[in-house]
């Protein structure tokens, strides 16, 4: 299941659903508005599996790697999320539930900047080139 934290604006759920990639957004329909972070995280807990995209930092830290689930932090402007979002889920990396749980990421314009669970370092991975033809 993909949850859109609350600050994913409405013109990229618009995108979302165009491109048939399902969701549930904080507040809407899930969870409450005005979540705190610390409320989100357990919230995902519960939900096994989720992948939640947020375009706030606090969730890309290294001590929320958890196999339950799996954290994107989108550091583009608000209006390019949908895009990368869609490129995450693409990602070969991560383009099954069983390869993104355990995982949190930022992805940005230069790439993703990858903590797995139990690692010492975050790994750095680029965008695969673009299909041809």
């Known amino acids: 299941m993909n949850i859109l934290d609350e600050n994913v ?3 990229q759920c618009r995108l979302l ?7 549930r957004q904080i507040g809407s329909d899930v969870g409450r508005q005005g979540m705190k972070d610390k409320e989100i995280v357990v919230l995902l807990h519960d939900l096994s599996g ?3 995209f947020t ?3 606090d969730f890309f830290e290294q ?11 989108t550091a583009v402007g608000k209006n390019e999320v949908a895009v990368f ?3 995450v ?3 070969p990396q991560f383009n099954t ?12 314009h230069a790439g993703l900047l990858v903590w797995r669970l139990h690692a010492e370092e975050p790994l750095h991975l680029e965008w695969p080139a673009p299909k041809k033809g």
């Open 9 to 11: 604006v409405e013109t």
């Open 17 to 23: 659903r165009k491109w048939h990639i399902r969701y």
């Open 50 to 52: 989720a992948t939640f």
């Open 55 to 57: 375009r706030d930092d």
């Open 63 to 73: 001590n929320l790697t958890h196999a339950g689930y799996f954290l994107v932090n």
């Open 85 to 87: 979002v869609r490129r």
């Open 89 to 91: 889920l693409r990602h």
């Open 97 to 108: 539930r069983a390869k993104r749980v355990g995982t949190v990421i930022r992805a940005s």
